[in-house]
């Protein structure tokens, strides 16, 4: 069932927006300058006022957070941009307890949040690292592979340390033609170039690229 705002953060954020309404549609008076300046000054203070009482709220509602589902709602509740929308999505990672938890956790928040600056992200990382070194057969290596963070197959990367780990599993060239066909055509950049390392390790010749 979904989660509601609360009341409180509900009409602080409908106050926010009514304020910024007014501020936007705000028209230049037949009044002394100085007058219409002081005006336009007081309307920007309230819309301050606002966001600030909207942020507040807001996080009294994520420090009574329990379950991911709450912190999922605080986070969409809280205002974009803001101290309390970070201590939401943050209280958001700390109750991902699976891969999927954080992946869609991910799906929601990487709009407004970059990989390093996501704490979803980086729970995505250390879990995925933690499950490599768990790894023993081929089998696991590739689940290991698919449960990464996406476009993380960078040098170092956990992506494609997963990559190279589902690799070492296989020991002949077959095992690696089957190995392709399961990445369907998705071997490119840094997975491409340790798939043709792991190759002329098995074949013990250099791998020369097709280039057409």
Not at 23 to 38: D, P, S
Not at 116 to 133: Q, S
Not at 160 to 168: G, V
């Amino acid at each position: 069932m979904k989660i509601k705002f609360s009341p409180a953060v509900q009409k602080a954020r409908d106050d926010y927006f009514a304020a910024r309404k007014i501020l936007k549609y705000f028209k230049f008076e037949e009044v002394a300058y100085a007058e219409w300046i002081g005006k336009r000054n007081g309307l920007k203070k309230q819309v301050m006022v606002a966001r600030k009482k909207w942020n507040d709220l807001s996080v009294e509602q994520i420090n009574r957070v329990i379950t991911k589902e709450e912190a999922a709602e605080a986070f969409r509740a809280a205002p974009w941009g803001s101290a309390a929308k970070l201590l939401a999505l943050e209280r958001w990672a700390e109750l991902c307890v699976t891969i999927e938890d954080l992946r869609a956790a991910y799906e929601v928040s990487q709009i407004r949040f970059g990989r390093k600056e996501n704490p979803v992200y980086l729970k995505w990382e250390t879990t995925a690292c933690l499950e490599i070194c768990l790894v023993n057969t081929m089998k696991e290596a590739e689940e290991v592979f698919w449960d990464a963070p996406p476009n993380a197959y960078h040098i170092g990367s956990v992506g494609l340390r997963a990559f190279e780990k589902w690799l070492s599993f296989c020991a002949t060239t077959e095992m690696l033609e089957i190995l392709g066909r399961r990445m369907e055509g998705r071997i490119h950049g840094r997975l491409r170039r340790a798939y043709i390392e792991r190759l002329e390790e098995i074949t013990g010749h250099k791998h020369i690229p097709n280039m057409y």
